[in-house]
């Protein structure tokens, strides 16, 4: 007899150890523990929808005639981590053996390879792309860029091609995508599902043991079982898909989920498979429901940069979480916690976060994330924060999204250069600026607008590194080209900025 270990980001029917369990004899253990649920203080959103999610997902098991053993977090002598679960599981049955789906973090593997038991840890096969696939396509590559490895996910899915030809004659429609933010928004935005029972009584569970946690717990509108989810995805589908590429790279102060699927917390959970969400996504296109570029968008982020983003955390290694290649080391601002801030853009990327467990793909990368960034903020404390505050947040899909993409920690592997802008390119591409207390158009001075200092000071205090990168080439030609007064302006500004972060002052 085995156990059958799923995790509470393993809830799918087609999980490798439950398909290579036997119903008969083998015992599934899922356990809701203190030791996954405060590692990082998650929001009280994110922990209701895996808890609530877990219990249905048990229920359904044992539908299906499957014996669950089921940790409650509240249950008398519950045990505190997973491995002690599967410890407790082991004693009860007498099981010496656990079945295993590789978990999505370096620390539960390394917890599980410790166990004094028989652990048979199998592939997550519920992504596209193996690592030993991964490993065979990064090897001898001098960069790995994630347009390349994307063209291979579409020859192996067949997703959107045209014999070998990629339909539309182009791998990739993101001309046609990136519009400034519109003036109305057209969809309702995601489905709301009233809590059940089951959810009900997580919810109370939540807000007495995690209510301190950074996040609002009241308005749960998640779904929390493949039904809801697949019903959520049919609703984006037909409103908001055809104009998500579009209006992806859009923010609107009022509109929090625009355009967006807001599918990455179910995908994640295992609530929904991301091919078959791909494969919805290009009959809506083949129907002429939606337009190519939105289609080929969508399906890229899921193909293309889900799939990567995770090759290059398992190829990484469990110290890509420690990196920082620009030697930041500020503290993180109270700001990212809710404390008072004039900027605008940052209040409301921090306000949704907290109130919906979401932002989307732009307002992580280029508010929050930018400015942390350009603050020179400790990068283990930017992690920390977004694999907390996110319902969609797993190590393997945040960390190298956070460390190496926005905060170019891990010196350049996912990212070519620095994402970085002035208030500029966020004025642009959304109406924060109009009711900012900062003016976007100040370059110095007590109004300007901190990402305008911030901008120039990281190109200055980084040039060593970033000089011989072509890509920024004009960027230090127009700071070069500046007046040395204005330049030394600018420097003594963005120190000031600087310095209230360090002294705890509101920015
Ligand atoms: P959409 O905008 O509608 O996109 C569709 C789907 O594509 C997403 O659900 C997701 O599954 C996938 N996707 C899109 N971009 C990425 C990406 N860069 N990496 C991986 N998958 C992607 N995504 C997470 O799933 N979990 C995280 O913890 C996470 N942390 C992030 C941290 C930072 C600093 C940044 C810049 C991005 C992060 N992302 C993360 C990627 C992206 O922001 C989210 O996937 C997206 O915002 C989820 O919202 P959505 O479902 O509405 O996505
Ligand atoms: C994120 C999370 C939380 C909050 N709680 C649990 C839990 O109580 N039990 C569980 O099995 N999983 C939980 N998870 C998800 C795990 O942290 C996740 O499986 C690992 O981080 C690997 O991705
Ligand atoms: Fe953000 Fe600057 Fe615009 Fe204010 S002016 S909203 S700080 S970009």
Redesign the pocket.
């Known amino acids: 007899m085995n156990l059958v270990l ?5 809830l799918s029917q087609t999980l490798s150890a439950l398909n290579a369990a036997d119903p008969e004899h083998d015992i599934v253990v ?4 203190m030791g ?2 405060e590692y990082v203080p ?1 929001h009280p959103k ?2 209701a929808f ?2 609530a999610a ?1 219990r249905k997902f048990a229920e359904r098991l044992r539908g299906q005639g499957w014996t669950v053993t089921y940790f409650k ?1 509240d249950d008398e002598d519950a045990p505190q981590t ?1 491995t002690a679960a599967l410890l407790d599981a082991a004693q009860t049955h007498g099981a010496e053996r656990v079945l295993t789906t590789q ?3 370096w ?2 593997i390394n917890a599980l390879d410790e166990l004094p038991l028989d652990v048979r840890v199998l592939q997550d096969d519920r992504f596209i792309a193996s690592h030993a696939e991964f490993e065979k396509w990064a090897e001898g590559r001098k960069a790995l860029r994630m347009e390349y490895f994307y063209r291979e996910m579409r020859r192996k899915t067949r997703l959107m091609m045209d014999g070998d030809k990629p339909a539309g004659g182009q791998w990739n429609f993101d001309h046609d995508n990136r519009k400034p933010a519109p003036d109305a928004i057209t969809y309702a935005g995601p489905m709301r599902f009233e809590p059940d029972a089951v959810t009900q009584e997580v919810l109370a569970l939540v807000a007495a043991r995690f209510g301190q946690n950074f996040g609002e717990l009241d308005d749960f509108w998640f779904a929390t079982d493949q039904h809801q989810a697949q019903q959520h995805l049919a609703h984006w589908i037909n409103g908001g898909l055809p104009q998500f590429g579009d209006y992806q790279d859009a923010m609107l102060g009022d509109a929090r989920f625009l355009y967006h699927a807001i599918v990455g917390l179910y995908i994640n959970a295992g609530l929904l498979d991301p091919l078959e969400v791909c494969r919805a996504v290009e009959d809506a296109w083949k129907n002429g429901h939606a337009p190519i570029n939105a289609a080929e968008g969508f399906i890229r982020q899921i193909i293309g940069w889900r799939e990567y983003v995770r090759g290059i955390y398992f190829r990484e290694g469990p110290d890509y979480v420690t990196r920082n290649a620009l030697g930041h080391n500020r503290d993180l601002p109270g700001l990212y916690w809710g404390e008072k801030t004039w900027m605008r853009c940052m209040e409301k990327a921090v306000e949704q976060t907290r109130e919906e467990a979401y932002a989307h793909h732009i307002q992580r990368l280029m508010v929050t994330g930018n400015f942390a960034l350009l603050g020179g903020i400790d990068p283990a404390q930017v992690h920390e924060w977004y694999l907390a505050v996110y319902a969609d947040a ?3 899909v945040e960390a190298p999204n956070t460390i190496g993409m926005s905060q170019f920690a891990d010196g350049g592997i996912i990212a070519s250069k620095p994402y970085i802008s002035s208030g500029n390119y966020i004025d642009k591409m959304s109406d924060y600026c109009k009711g900012c207390s900062y003016k976007v158009k100040d370059k110095t001075g007590p109004d300007a607008c901190p990402f305008n200092l911030l901008y120039w000071h990281f190109l200055d205090r980084h040039r060593e590194k970033f000089k011989g990168n072509h890509r920024m080439g004009n960027m230090y030609r127009v700071w070069d080209r500046m007046d040395a007064a204005k330049r030394e302006t600018v420097l003594k500004d963005a120190d000031a900025v600087l310095g209230k972060l360090d002294a705890g002052e509101i920015v």
């Open positions: 799923v995790l509470g980001d393993q899922m356990a809701e523990v996954e649920a998650h994110k922990i895996l808890f877990m977090l997973l978990a999505g973090e620390r539960v797993f190590e393997w």
